[in-house]
């Protein structure tokens, strides 16, 4: 059986590298983009089984990055979980709004990052 591929979209590289060891010690293909717009590509290019995404990243932020998602039929019904230091509820229901899978906060305990990837990938 292939793996599941995750794709992280996070402007923060210590945050991802510590992600991707995480996930791909639990048998996970991870792939890794820094900003909204190479978020979007990848997505489109490697059609990942779910996306962790960040809210707060230079150029296209993560509420347009999902905005763009949401809106183009190859990426519609990709689960999407948006991965932010935004706590604010005004944040969550925005991305509620924009069709977001899930929201969690970091920081977050990895073995609810890892319980919330297996429950959407």
């Not at 510590?18 to 996930?23: E, F, H, K, V, Y």
């Not at 183009?72 to 604010?88: C, H, Q, S």
Request: negative net charge.
């Amino acid at each position: 059986m292939p793996k599941k591929k995750v794709l992280i979209v996070d402007d923060e590289t210590e945050f991802v590298d510590m992600i991707q060891m995480r996930l791909e010690a639990n048998d996970y293909d991870v792939i890794a983009a820094h900003d909204g717009q190479a978020g979007f590509d990848r997505a489109q290019s490697d059609a990942p089984n779910i996306i962790l995404l960040d809210v707060m990243m230079p150029g296209m932020d993560g509420f347009e990055t999902l905005r763009k998602l949401r809106k183009t039929e190859k990426t519609r019904n990709i689960p999407v979980v948006m991965l932010t230091a935004r706590g604010e509820s005004s944040a969550i229901f925005k991305a509620q709004g924009l069709s977001a899978t899930d929201y969690l906060i970091k920081p977050c305990d990895s073995q609810e990052l890892l319980a919330t990837v297996k429950k959407y990938a």
